[in-house]
């Protein structure tokens, strides 16, 4: 073949090349849009859920203080103590000697 028929050839497959890119090339371009949308969209929602996690924790953290407060104070053992005014000895709870302090 001559020189001028491979550079005709060469000519269309680069043209057949360039249109074809130029049919995927917008293709392209709209799914990088698409994703970068997504991933805005996702972030914020991340940033949402994170916000909703931080506040369960915080309310869950409240609940553990207050169950073991309940705890504690179920717990407490009787303790015999005197009174000073009857002189005798009365049994009275820890919840109560614990107000005196």
Known sequence: MSP???DQRDRERLLDRLHSLRTIVPVFAQELASARRQATRLRTENGRLLAEV?????QHAGRNEVRELKLATKARPQT?????????GDI????????LG
Do not use: N
Not at 54 to 58: N, P, S, T
Not at 80 to 88: C, E, F, L, N
């Open 4 to 6: 001028e028929v491979e």
């Open 54 to 58: 931080r506040r369960l924790q915080r």
């Open 80 to 88: 015999k103590s005197i009174d000073p005014t009857r002189g005798t």
């Open 92 to 99: 009275q709870y820890a919840d109560q000697v614990a107000r």
